[in-house]
Nanobody, 116 residues
């Protein structure tokens, strides 16, 4: 069973930056096989996909983060990162990584809080 581990969240002011990272708890190359994505779940809302990247490097972003977030992956290190720039209070959420569509059990996520 793949265990997803997210890190890098925190409290920042609007306009600030964060970099989230995702890896697996046990060494494997599972990320190399799938399109990977970052999802956000804001308080009282459903989890939604905000960014994805295929194994070939094609990316896709939700309109709300386009131009501000960048997803990257390192297949050799089995990591998927999310660079978050120009953060807004509406970006406040717990962020999770998973495949697109989700195949693995969700990790604990990492909390991002953006103050105005």
């Amino acid at each position: 069973q793949v265990q997803l581990v997210e890190s890098g969240g925190g409290l920042v002011q609007a306009g600030g930056t964060l970099r989230l990272s995702c890896t697996t708890a046990t060494p494997n190359n599972v990320f190399n096989m799938y399109t990977m994505g970052w999802y956000m779940q804001a308080p009282g809302k459903q989890r939604e996909l905000v960014a994805s990247r295929t194994t070939y490097g094609l990316t896709d972003y939700a309109d709300s983060v386009k131009g501000r977030f960048t997803i990257s992956r390192d297949n050799a290190k089995n990591t998927v990162d999310l660079q978050m720039d120009s953060l807004k209070p509406d970006d406040t959420a717990v962020y999770y990584c998973n495949t697109k569509p989700p195949r693995f059990t969700w990790g604990q996520g990492t909390q991002v809080t953006v103050s105005s």
